[in-house]
């Protein structure tokens, strides 16, 4: 039996969600949709043909009028508490957008109202399931060139959000968009992030309010070390949204570049002898999406955790919360002691 799912937000990541992932999917059924705008409702209910009466305002009119098993919110991260609410108090499992809440304590809340519920709560961190992402993945479990011991990612975008919530947002790039970065460096690697220092801050050119530069060091488990650099207002040469990527490994590197290759590089002393060799992409049958809504359904039909469930995006958040921290109070900060493990 398909999955009856209500999503809320449709305007914005939510049209890519009911567009490019929910639309065609057979185990899925929409039963609602809900957002405040009155534009993306005709939109998507005319394009789907969802009448009248399934089309909401607000998530608890859709809750009380719709059987339903489960939620979608892709809304601004202040809204994902509530939904949560919403959703545990009804017995529904819910899915959310990255990042997880709008601060550690409501992160928190939501994994304690799943558990408490009983209930699925998954988090979209579809990044991981990108083609070159999962390649990444799979070339540092298989270890062709020894083990990994550093590595890096630049990320430059000159994102246009406005009108939207990050232009006006605190720590823009580390909150909104290297949470999927950290959550790579987690799922690439197979290490949490222990500590973070991070300095944050605006360039004279950029039109967001608050900060969209960052400079992040972390140490991961094992004293394996990673750092970030990165600008959501940078123009010039872009990477990918995936980022630039270096992982130095004992007897060589691995590189995702900006022109979306892998490359592995082995040399002798001096650079000496250098050999480069491309790697093809893994095969993906899937977007990051639809795998994250796999993954959700799956989740749901059998109520245990998935690969990205909201315990175990404590990590990943915990670890952007810890560089907020850092840049805010100037200091290195233990991802361990924020989330309590
Ligand atoms: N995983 C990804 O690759 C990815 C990409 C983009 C955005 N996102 C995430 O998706 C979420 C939404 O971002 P966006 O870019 O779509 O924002 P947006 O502002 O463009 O769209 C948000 C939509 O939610 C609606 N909305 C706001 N409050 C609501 C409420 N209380 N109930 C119902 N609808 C409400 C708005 O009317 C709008 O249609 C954020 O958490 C963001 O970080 C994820």
């Not at 060589?252 to 790697?279: H, V």
Request: with cysteine; proline share 4%; charged share 20%.
């Amino acid at each position: 039996m398909a999955l009856r799912l209500i999503q809320a937000g449709i305007g914005g990541m939510g049209r890519a969600w009911w567009h490019g992932a929910i639309k065609d999917h057979a185990g899925v059924e929409l039963v609602a949709i809900v957002d405040i705008a009155d534009a993306p409702l005709a939109e998507c209910g005319d394009a789907l043909g969802i009448p009248q009466n399934r089309r909401f305002h607000d998530l608890t009119e859709a809750v009380k009028a719709v059987d339903a098993d489960a939620v979608l919110t892709v809304t601004p991260p202040p809204v994902h508490l509530k939904h949560a609410e919403i959703a545990f108090a009804n017995g529904l499992h819910l899915l959310t957008e990255k990042p997880l809440g709008a601060t550690l304590d409501e992160a928190r809340q939501m994994v304690t109202l799943a558990k408490e519920a009983n209930r699925q709560l998954v988090v979209s961190q579809n990044y991981r399931y990108n083609a070159p992402m999962a390649t990444l993945r799979r070339l540092v479990a298989d270890q062709p060139l020894g083990v990994l011991g550093h590595g890096h990612i630049d990320f430059y975008i000159p994102g246009d959000f406005r009108g939207t919530f990050r232009e006006t947002m605190e720590f823009p790039l580390l909150v909104d968009m290297a949470i999927h970065h950290v959550d790579l460096i987690r799922a690439i690697t197979g290490k949490n992030i222990l500590k973070v220092t991070a300095q944050t801050f605006k360039p004279a050119w950029s039109w967001y309010q608050h900060h969209p530069g960052l400079k992040m060091l972390m140490e991961l488990d094992d004293g394996v070390q990673f750092s970030y650099s990165g600008d959501w207002s940078a123009r010039g040469r872009g990477t990918t949204w995936n980022g630039a990527w270096r992982l130095q490994c004992d007897s060589g590197s691995i590189e995702y570049t900006n022109d979306n290759k892998i490359q592995q590089t082995t040399s002798t002393f001096w650079s000496k002898d250098q050999t480069t060799t491309e790697f093809p992409h893994d095969a993906a049958p899937r977007n990051g999406q639809q795998a994250v809504l796999d993954g959700f359904i799956a989740a749901a039909a059998t109520n245990t955790p998935a690969e990205t469930s909201g315990a175990d995006n404590l990590w990943s958040f915990g670890a952007v919360c810890a560089g907020v921290i850092s840049a805010q109070q100037g200091r290195t900060v233990d991802v361990r002691e924020l989330i309590g493990e």
